[in-house]
């Protein structure tokens, strides 16, 4: 460990500088910023930063080790004592070891968010592992790194793109996710209407901040998305809850509820948990009723990309001219989580003030994974690389399904959804908040169904990711939930 810099000690030279430093060096060993085996500077050093004599700082060094302070080793300098002395004074609240506060003395209160934020469970707060069957987690030793790499090499270097850059994304980047949205998906949008973001979460910040103010009403469906309604209460927004149909978003609902509302949060092609997919119909009657209404609609399509229809349905996004959507994508799904790159696209009328919020939540996402995704998409690799995974998450898909229904049947069920990367499982009368506690222990991820409903309706079922497993992994795991469901022997309301 380096030797602290101690130029911000306070000297005053019209009292006795030794008793100062005396002082000064006790308080920092017992709050905690000298710790146990820190090297001290030597005595020359300083004695220079401070400008005080050397003689001052040798008596000073002296005396402290005498009371046990301070230790020398030979050869290797002056260190703080490991073993204090007993009448060391440690005040309760700033014992470095010590992690209580000293109630007389509280510290200032924290947000109402904040708070609320700590009183979530465990899951609410934590992002998916690497484990077996987390949500959303892709095949990662299935990616082309020799491609990456390779690309990553060419950019590293690059001057410009190691600056900050534009907090609207890099441009051949949002060139090219333009074309491969309007082929895939129908979204209609220039290159400057695409913002890249740090990933799926930023972009429902930004949209919480730009659209609402303290206390508007907007809707979301229910079961849902927990981070689009954290990002949505941290603006102490008014949520009102819209049921399903057929595991998708209840449209024929939306006129019966009375509350003046500022958007609506829905993922259309993948009901996140569900599965459902939006039919046409009740697209269009979507978009007439925010028309009607003028009400923006957030079209979250984050876990879309691989559906067991190949090419997901066309976005509402692309459906009409002029449509009051926001249409939310990430690249985490199908290329790599830790790029955290995610991306808007908003209509043009707006963009400014969407840059504009992004440039202060966190400014620019970096340029150097936005250059190699750019030339991943330009010379083909990713739509190789997402064909490709699009077969192996459907074989893997179906392989779990048999094994469900195998060995699982009639006491779980599969919620058979529109997305391969997901499978929900139905586990009626039984805790599926023990359940998923358990299968985490025995190395399983997952997350507990109970915790995306709001309305705490108690439901029952585990959210899984088959991407990230192997048949011998989806054996066990089915294995062992088997085993749990015929130990769970506690009464269930």
Not at 282 to 306: G, V
Not at 360 to 389: C, W, Y
Request: charged share 20%; net charge positive.
């Amino acid at each position: 460990m380096n030797a602290p810099d101690l130029s911000d000690l306070s000297i005053n030279r019209n009292k006795p500088l030794q008793k100062q430093l005396y002082k000064a060096l006790i308080e920092r060993i017992i709050n905690g910023r000298l710790l146990a085996g820190v090297k001290l500077p030597s005595s020359r050093r300083m004695s220079e930063c401070l400008d005080i004599s050397r003689n001052t700082v040798t008596q000073t060094i002296e005396q402290l080790k005498n009371e046990g302070f301070l230790t020398s080793r030979v050869g290797k300098g002056v260190f703080v004592s490991k073993n204090l002395p007993s009448f060391a004074n440690y005040p309760d609240e700033r014992h470095p070891h010590n992690d209580t506060l000293n109630s007389a003395t509280p510290l200032p209160s924290l947000s109402v968010y904040s708070q609320m934020l700590n009183s979530y469970p465990r899951f609410m707060s934590q992002w998916p592992t690497l484990l077996p069957f987390s949500p959303g987690v892709p095949d990662l030793k299935a990616f082309p790194f020799s491609i990456w790499n390779k690309l990553y090499r060419q950019h590293q270097d690059r001057i410009p793109i190691n600056g900050y850059g534009n907090p609207i994304g890099y441009l051949p980047l949002r060139e090219w996710l333009a074309e491969y949205l309007l082929i895939t998906r129908g979204v209609r949008c220039a290159p400057d209407q695409i913002i890249i973001t740090n990933g799926r979460q930023e972009a429902l910040n930004i949209c919480a901040k730009v659209f609402l103010e303290q206390n508007d009403s907007i809707l979301m469906e229910n079961p849902g998305f927990w981070g689009a309604k954290l990002a949505f209460e941290s603006m102490n927004a008014k949520i009102n809850l819209v049921g399903l149909k057929n595991n998708h978003l209840d449209v024929d609902l939306l006129p019966q509820i009375n509350v003046s509302e500022k958007l609506l949060y829905t993922t259309p092609t993948y009901q996140y948990p569900m599965g459902g997919i939006l039919p046409p119909l009740e697209r269009n009657k979507l978009l007439d009723w925010a028309d009607k209404n003028q009400c923006w609609i957030i079209e979250d399509e984050s876990n879309s990309i691989f559906s067991f229809n190949g090419n997901p349905y066309a976005a509402l996004q692309g459906m009409r001219n002029n449509t009051p959507v926001i249409f939310i994508g990430s690249f985490n799904r199908a290329l790599l989580p830790s790029l955290r790159l995610g991306y808007l696209v908003v209509p043009k009328p707006v963009v400014s003030s969407f840059v504009s919020v992004k440039s202060v939540i966190s400014g620019p996402s970096t340029l150097l994974p936005q250059a190699i995704i750019a030339d991943f998409m330009n010379e083909g690799h990713f739509v190789r690389h997402t064909r490709r995974m699009q077969k192996k998450y459907q074989k893997k898909w179906e392989h779990f399904h048999r094994l469900t229904q195998n060995r699982l049947e009639p006491n779980v069920n599969l919620i058979t959804g529109s997305g391969i990367m997901f499978a929900v499982l139905s586990t009626p009368h039984h805790d599926d908040k023990w359940l998923s506690e358990k299968l985490h222990k025995k190395g399983f991820g997952n997350a507990p169904l109970s915790l995306s409903d709001a309305n705490e309706k108690k439901i029952s079922g585990l959210i899984l990711g088959c991407a990230n497993t192997n048949s011998s992994q989806r054996e066990n795991f089915v294995d062992y939930l088997a085993h749990l469901l015929n130990s769970d022997k506690r009464p269930t309301s």
